[in-house]
């Protein structure tokens, strides 16, 4: 029940045979009477029912068979005859709620299958006075929670299940509790704070109110175990009281990290120093925002080996390390590893089958493609992968049904465009449109193929051919495309938008452009900036807004730029992950906003980051 509600998960086989879709095998009754026709499943084929209701005498008992009627066709995916048969009866409906009721509930999943949520959002607006059996509001309440959750109103959605959960019985309202819980889990705190006051829905307020707490409170177990027993007492009778969820009372029971002696690994001599260094000072502007004279952090030079620099570490009595940094560095770190526990073992099997748990809790300043997870093993890394896995969740909210991809043909560009279209794929079971270019001539040869601009041209010229010179016509770009997502660097990004704005013909309105923080420029000009008017970027929020922090860095350094400053970020917010790392592997819900993004835990100790979004506006760039 994670991308769309399930009949058949919500609902015990006891009321499935009688509820929603029909699937049932259905004892074959005598002759019903216009009472007994059963409107809750349709189990005959459409031209049956419509043949009975054309013999049939009584309105009510027509209307009842019309209905099953359009059932039937939605069963099989007709929409279209189900919607003439819908439109048929509607006149003649009967002044009585089950009627009227299942008419607007079959009108809306008509328009459900034809992607037209908000109508059938709007077809399911039933009277405060219409008294309906718990069949029919079991399947209005689930409908139109799907329909909230396929217009992206998670919030509105989750309402629609706690409503959903007082019609069912204990197993099935239990997965409606947890399908809540995870819709409120990846809510900013918030967001659930600001709608955690709905008097109207107490329910739905205490799970708000729950979620907050969660996240609020996970990096202090006992501030956190106080507080939900205040909102137990305050709630007693709530769901959510009842049970806690799972992850919230795994939350409780981890133990975080309270390191006293905390060990960096960094390369801090060698051709890798400048940008260890930024990660550095990034680590010990943390430390000084909020110093405890009882933690002490020490860095150890990874110029001669990452195996060598833990070994000091763990010798100097490191009780938790951050690092190495290089991708080779924790690639050879873990091999040794594994070597050293097979050799202990006396294991003979592939290093990559063998489980290595670490001495000390470890945030590695990086990732690889693929590792054993850890319970004390964590990967925090600026992926470029990463910022494109968030762009397409970002594209995908943002209502976009078909983007295209424009991106560097190189092995960075080629990443982030599979990575994009794998989650897109994830996300609407559709591809991604994907055209590579290269520098020069080529890209803008490229633009115009992938705009449909170079077809255009070539029909105009047939037929200036066909019919003389004379002719006068203007080519013509593609309108079926609603996006496109530039992957660039910040050298080719000046030269890759304007060759999209020209060739966007008068015909086409031109569509939202997105790109990556890789493609911000440097430069401070508001000139340059205006050439990129309109254009939506992701970035850390650390370097999406200036405050006091942001220029007494570009003050102490003045020669850094924006990718230098995204590591010194990474320092800052890695020493800041320490303490709440194991809550938020623990909960999956908590997120901690770090200056590098909005930042959760995977179940395998992958940091993940959701970026902020600005737009070029007037020749500033605006947070969004």
């Known amino acids: 029940m994670l991308k769309r509600l399930n009949t058949t998960k919500l609902i015990s086989a006891a009321v499935l045979a009688t509820v929603l879709f029909g699937c049932a095998t259905a004892p074959t009754p005598v002759k019903e009477t216009s009472s007994q026709v059963s409107l809750v499943n349709a189990t005959q084929s459409p031209a049956q029912y419509l043949a009975d209701a054309k013999q049939a005498k009584d309105a009510e008992h027509k209307n009842r068979l019309m209905l099953l009627a359009a059932h039937a066709f939605i069963n099989q995916g007709d929409t279209g005859n189900a919607g003439k048969t819908l439109a048929a009866v509607k006149p003649s409906l009967v002044n009585k709620p089950e009627i009227l009721a299942e008419h607007r509930y079959l009108s809306a999943r008509v328009l459900e299958q034809t992607d037209n949520y908000e109508q059938g959002l709007a077809q399911l607006n039933y009277p405060s006075q219409w008294r309906l059996a718990s069949w029919q509001m079991v399947s209005y309440h689930q409908l139109k929670a799907r329909l909230y959750q396929l217009s992206?109103?998670?919030?509105?959605?989750?309402?629609?299940?706690?409503?959903?959960?007082?019609?069912?019985?204990?197993?099935?309202?239990?997965?409606?509790?947890?399908?809540?819980?995870?819709?409120?889990?990846?809510?900013?705190?918030?967001?659930?704070?600001?709608?955690?006051?709905?008097?109207?829905?107490?329910?739905?307020?205490?799970?708000?109110?729950?979620?907050?707490?969660?996240?609020?409170?996970?990096?202090?177990?006992?501030?956190?175990?106080?507080?939900?027993?205040?909102?137990?007492?305050?709630?007693?009778?709530?769901?959510?009281?009842?049970?806690?969820?799972?992850?919230?009372?795994?939350?409780?029971?981890?133990?975080?990290?309270?390191?006293?002696?905390?060990?960096?690994?960094?390369?801090?001599?060698?051709?890798?120093?400048?940008?260890?260094?930024?990660?550095?000072?990034?680590?010990?502007?943390?430390?000084?925002?909020?110093?405890?004279?009882?933690?002490?952090?020490?860095?150890?030079?990874?110029?001669?080996?990452?195996?060598?620099?833990?070994?000091?570490?763990?010798a100097a009595g490191a009780d938790f390390i951050i690092g190495p940094l290089l991708q080779s560095e924790v690639e050879s770190l873990m091999q040794a590893e594994a070597k050293a526990e097979q050799q202990a073992n006396g294991q003979t099997q592939p290093l990559a089958q063998t489980q290595i748990q670490p001495e000390v809790p470890q945030l590695f300043l990086n990732h690889v493609d693929s590792f054993t997870p850890s319970n004390d093993r964590f990967f925090f890394a600026l992926s470029p992968t990463d910022e494109a896995l968030d762009a397409a969740q970002k594209l995908y909210n943002d209502g976009i049904e078909k983007p295209l991809l424009l991106a560097s043909d190189d092995a960075v560009g080629r990443r982030m465009a599979e990575a994009f279209n794998a989650k897109w794929q994830e996300l609407t079971h559709e591809a991604a449109e994907i055209h590579y270019y290269k520098r020069g001539d080529e890209m803008k040869v490229t633009v115009q193929k992938s705009l449909g601009v170079i077809d255009s041209k070539e029909r105009i010229a047939r037929i200036k051919t066909l019919l003389g010179s004379k002719i006068e016509a203007d080519f013509r770009s593609r309108r079926d495309i609603d996006a496109i997502y530039m992957i660039a660097s910040n050298q080719d990004l000046p030269l890759l938008k304007p060759f999209i704005d020209v060739n966007f013909s008068v015909f086409a309105e031109p569509v939202p452009l997105y790109t990556t923080s890789r493609s911000r420029i440097e430069s401070q000009s508001r000139a340059a900036a205006q050439e990129l008017n309109n254009l939506t970027i992701s970035d850390i929020p650390w370097l999406l807004e200036s405050n006091a922090e942001t220029s007494e860095v570009a003050r102490l350094w003045p020669t850094w730029g924006n990718s230098q400053k995204r590591l010194y970020v990474m320092g800052f917010d890695a020493l800041q992950l320490v303490s709440k790392l194991a809550q938020m592997r623990a909960l999956p819900g908590y997120q901690y906003s770090g200056r590098s993004g909005l930042l959760s835990v995977s179940p395998d100790g992958t940091i993940n980051r959701q970026l902020s979004w600005g737009r070029y506006q007037r020749g500033n760039l605006r947070p969004l």
């Open 152 to 314: 992206k109103q998670p919030i509105e959605q989750a309402k629609e299940l706690t409503l959903l959960a007082t019609y069912l019985p204990g197993a099935e309202a239990s997965e409606v509790n947890d399908e809540i819980w995870g819709i409120l889990q990846p809510l900013h705190e918030q967001t659930l704070l600001s709608f955690s006051q709905d008097s109207s829905n107490p329910t739905f307020a205490g799970w708000l109110q729950l979620a907050y707490i969660a996240k609020h409170y996970a990096i202090d177990p006992q501030l956190l175990v106080q507080q939900l027993g205040n909102w137990q007492q305050d709630n007693p009778g709530h769901p959510g009281a009842k049970k806690l969820p799972t992850d919230l009372e795994r939350a409780l029971n981890t133990k975080p990290y309270k390191p006293k002696n905390i060990a960096v690994l960094l390369p801090l001599t060698g051709p890798r120093a400048a940008i260890a260094d930024t990660v550095k000072q990034g680590i010990i502007s943390s430390y000084l925002t909020n110093p405890d004279d009882s933690v002490s952090v020490n860095f150890f030079d990874t110029a001669q080996g990452a195996e060598l620099a833990q070994q000091q570490a763990i």
